[in-house]
């Protein structure tokens, strides 16, 4: 699960390195691994919650 949150954090990191380079079509890809790893995080919770 911690795995989620470091990608999360990785993917904010990026997004704001490459938007400052003006490297603005691989900030955008970051903002869309963004959002797979807030998905992949909620969808895990989920699960968990429904496990345990």
């Known amino acids: ?7 999360i954090i990785v993917d904010v ?5 490459y938007y400052v380079k003006e490297v603005k079509f691989v900030a955008f890809l ?7 790893a ?3 995080s909620i969808s895990w919770l989920k699960t968990a919650k429904i496990v345990h």
């Open 30 to 36: 970051y903002v869309i691994f963004l959002f797979i």
């Open 1 to 7: 699960m911690e795995s989620w949150y470091y990608w």
């Open 13 to 17: 990191i990026g997004i704001w390195l």
């Open 38 to 40: 807030i998905n992949g």
